[in-house]
Nanobody, 118 residues
C-alpha cells in the first residue's frame, strides 16, 4: 500500500501559478495528477515514470503545466502556469504500475483544491 499526500493547492488569480507537491510513501512505476470538478468526470492531467524519463500530459495541461519528480524525496510536482478559471478543481495525486492517459491508477491521495479566480 502506497500513501500519497498532496500539498500546494489554494486560491490564485487568473494567469497566476501554483506548484502542487505529492509525497509518496513507496515507489511505484508512475506518479501523476488527475483532477475533478464536482458533478463532472475526472480528467487526466499529467503523469511521469519513476525515472523521470517519460511524461504524459492531458490536453488541458500541455504547454502550461510541467510534471517532475524528485526520487530522493519520493515526491512528484506539478508546476501550473497561466492558470485559468476552468482549471479550478480538486487535484488528486495518483500512482500506479503503468504510464498512460487512463484513470485506473492504483493509489490516490486525498486531493487538494485549486481555485482560480477571475
Amino acid at each position: 500500500q502506497v500513501q500519497l499526500v498532496e500539498s500546494g493547492g489554494g486560491l490564485v488569480q487568473t494567469g497566476g501559478s501554483l506548484r502542487l507537491s505529492c509525497s509518496a510513501s513507496g515507489r511505484t512505476f508512475s506518479l501523476g495528477w488527475i483532477r475533478q470538478v464536482p458533478g463532472k468526470e475526472r480528467e487526466f492531467v499529467a503523469a511521469i515514470n519513476w525515472s523521470g524519463t517519460g511524461t504524459l500530459y492531458g490536453r488541458s495541461a500541455k504547454g502550461r503545466f510541467t510534471i517532475s519528480i524528485d526520487n530522493a524525496k519520493n515526491t512528484v510536482y506539478l508546476q501550473m502556469n497561466t492558470l485559468r478559471p476552468e482549471d479550478t478543481a480538486v487535484y488528486y495525486c495518483v500512482a500506479g504500475n503503468t504510464l498512460d492517459y487512463g484513470l485506473a491508477y492504483d493509489y490516490w491521495g486525498q486531493g487538494t483544491q485549486v481555485t482560480v479566480s477571475t
